[in-house]
């Protein structure tokens, strides 16, 4: 059987294009490829669809600026004629940021995804400094345990999110605030930044709620041989 060539797409979702669903972004990328012409391989069966793979959900609402696609091709293309052809067709929020082809079979990107970097800012009110937020994320980071509520499939669960909190540091310039924040995502689990931010606000003191930051996913990681790698060089 004939090898098919086989693409990852680096690209980024925001603006008015955070507020649309996983679904949603599936079904555009099948329109953008089909105005672009593009050869896409589909798999077979009694209802054939594109052979995308994507990364990661992301969470209505939150952006993300480094978001990964594989997909096959039924022909070659080079990855600049594919960047331009999607590039010109995509909507509003959305931007091919690299492409490259991919020489060897591997993993799913679900399969390698481990963890996730977030930033999320806010506007903060008077009287709160930087020390103020380096205190209650060292408190946070300290604690045995962050127990959180989560509803699943109709039944509330609890769960601790300490495990999976890799990284968290913040800073203040002037009025406004910003914190990162590299969790666990993939096959072992998922810690959701705004859990994160409940907790800064519930037990660290952080004058700001959850639903008043504008969150963006920077970076998805897989774990490498010495570390965590971006999904683009795993």
């Given at each position: 059987?004939?090898?098919?060539?086989r693409?990852?797409?680096k690209f980024?979702?925001?603006?008015p294009?955070r507020f649309s669903?996983?679904?949603?972004?599936?079904?555009f990328?099948?329109r953008?490829?089909?105005?672009?012409g593009?050869p896409?391989?589909f798999?077979?069966?009694?209802?054939?669809?594109?052979?995308?793979?994507?990364a990661?959900?992301?969470?209505?609402?939150?952006?993300?600026?480094?978001?990964?696609?594989?997909?096959?091709?039924?022909?070659?293309i080079?990855?600049?004629?594919?960047?331009?052809?999607?590039?010109?067709n995509?909507p509003?929020g959305y931007?091919?940021?690299?492409?490259?082809e991919?020489?060897?079979?591997?993993?799913?990107?679900?399969?390698?995804?481990?963890?996730?970097e977030?930033?999320?800012t806010?506007?903060?009110?008077?009287?709160y400094?930087?020390p103020?937020?380096?205190t209650?994320?060292?408190?946070i980071?300290n604690?045995?345990?962050?127990?959180?509520?989560r509803?699943v499939?109709?039944?509330?669960k609890?769960?601790?999110?300490?495990?999976?909190i890799?990284?968290?540091?913040?800073?203040v310039?002037?009025?406004?605030m910003?914190?990162?924040?590299?969790l666990?995502?993939g096959?072992?689990?998922?810690v959701r930044?705004?859990?994160?931010?409940?907790?800064?606000?519930?037990d660290g003191?952080v004058?700001?709620k959850?639903?008043?930051?504008r969150?963006r996913?920077?970076e998805?990681f897989a774990?490498?041989?010495?570390g965590p790698?971006?999904?683009w060089e795993?």
């Amino acid at each position: 059987m004939r090898k098919l060539p086989r693409y990852r797409v680096k690209f980024s979702k925001d603006g008015p294009a955070r507020f649309s669903s996983h679904l949603d972004m599936v079904r555009f990328f099948d329109r953008c490829t089909r105005r672009a012409g593009l050869p896409v391989a589909f798999s077979e069966g009694f209802n054939p669809h594109p052979k995308f793979s994507f990364a990661a959900p992301l969470p209505v609402g939150i952006g993300g600026m480094a978001e990964y696609l594989d997909m096959e091709l039924t022909g070659y293309i080079s990855p600049l004629e594919l960047a331009e052809k999607l590039g010109s067709n995509m909507p509003e929020g959305y931007e091919i940021l690299d492409i490259r082809e991919l020489r060897e079979k591997g993993p799913a990107l679900m399969a390698l995804l481990a963890r996730a970097e977030y930033r999320a800012t806010a506007t903060l009110p008077t009287g709160y400094s930087e020390p103020e937020l380096k205190t209650s994320i060292n408190n946070i980071m300290n604690s045995g345990a962050l127990p959180v509520i989560r509803e699943v499939k109709g039944k509330v669960k609890e769960t601790d999110i300490r495990g999976g909190i890799f990284n968290l540091t913040g800073s203040v310039k002037g009025h406004i605030m910003e914190i990162k924040m590299e969790l666990l995502i993939g096959s072992q689990g998922n810690v959701r930044p705004n859990d994160v931010l409940l907790k800064l606000y519930q037990d660290g003191g952080v004058p700001v709620k959850p639903e008043e930051f504008r969150i963006r996913r920077v970076e998805l990681f897989a774990d490498g041989k010495t570390g965590p790698i971006s999904l683009w060089e795993a």
